[in-house]
């Protein structure tokens, strides 16, 4: 049972074409997350949703959309793709709103997609 | 503005001795959570362990132990007999209180960890 998952795992794509990425979790989560990775390993959240509404929206080029169809489901979609968008995606899921713990919600992560532009 | 810094790009370590990872945070929320992640070469993101800003207590689970010093803002991770699986990046993160951290974790850049037959 894959607790989150992302299709495709590779997405091999020329400069200029719009792609997405899809992303899915079963484990009943309110929030869900997308997060980069470049070529260093560096990771920086991008796009936050709770229960269908964006709560976090980093400094990410508006050529980058996510769309949360429902809470299970955030997909990223990007438009006219460049060089530097190449790097890893994961997408990540938590339970934020009446959870006792608040600061122990442990982030479940997808198996990432790497991204090439050619 | 949150921050986690972690200085030590590459740590190599015998298998069954003990490694300590270093992370140091900065940030003015007064509630925070503090977590390691293992991503080996695989690419997976493996949550190992976490530590509340209010614990009393150094978490542990398992073989991962979390040297946490509040006054000096650090969460040190600590393996203890090094495995050769446990040769991966490890990532410290942070998640503050404030209403422009949501619920969003800081990552540092990660530490190497190559264990050694």
């Known amino acids: 049972d894959t607790a989150v998952s992302q299709t495709p795992k590779y997405l091999v794509t020329q400069m200029g074409n719009d792609k997405s990425i899809k992303c899915e979790q079963n484990?009943?989560?309110?929030?869900m997350y997308w997060y980069k990775q470049d070529s260093k390993k560096f990771l920086k959240i991008m796009f936050s949703?709770?229960?269908?509404?964006?709560?976090i929206n980093e400094t990410v080029p508006n050529r980058f959309s996510p769309k949360s169809p429902d809470k299970a489901h955030l997909n990223l979609h990007i438009n006219s793709l460049e060089l530097g968008d190449s790097a890893v995606y994961f997408c990540?899921?938590?339970?934020?709103?009446?959870?006792?713990?608040?600061?122990?919600?442990?982030?479940?992560f997808g198996p990432g997609t790497r991204l090439t532009v050619l | 503005a949150q921050k986690i810094t972690q200085t030590q790009p590459g740590m190599f370590v015998q298998e069954k001795e003990a490694v300590t990872l270093d992370c140091t945070y900065d940030?003015?929320?007064?509630?925070?959570?503090l977590f390691w992640y293992k991503q080996p070469s695989s690419g997976e993101m493996i949550f190992l362990i976490y530590?509340?800003?209010?614990?009393?207590q150094n978490a542990t689970e398992g073989r991962y132990s979390l040297n946490f010093q509040k006054a000096r803002k650090s969460a040190n991770l600590v393996i203890s007999a090094s495995q050769l699986g446990d040769s991966a990046m490890y990532f410290c993160?942070?998640?503050?209180?404030?209403?422009?951290?949501?619920?969003?974790?800081?990552f540092g850049e990660g530490t190497q960890l190559t264990v050694n037959p």
């Open positions: 949703y709770n229960n269908k509404e964006l709560i």
């Open positions: 530590q509340g800003s209010y614990d009393q």
């Open positions: 990540a899921s938590s339970q934020e709103m009446l959870s006792p713990s608040f600061w122990s919600n442990e982030q479940f």
């Open positions: 940030t003015s929320d007064p509630s925070y959570g």
């Open positions: 993160a942070m998640r503050g209180g404030g209403e422009t951290s949501g619920s969003r974790l800081t």
């Open positions: 484990l009943g989560h309110d929030t």
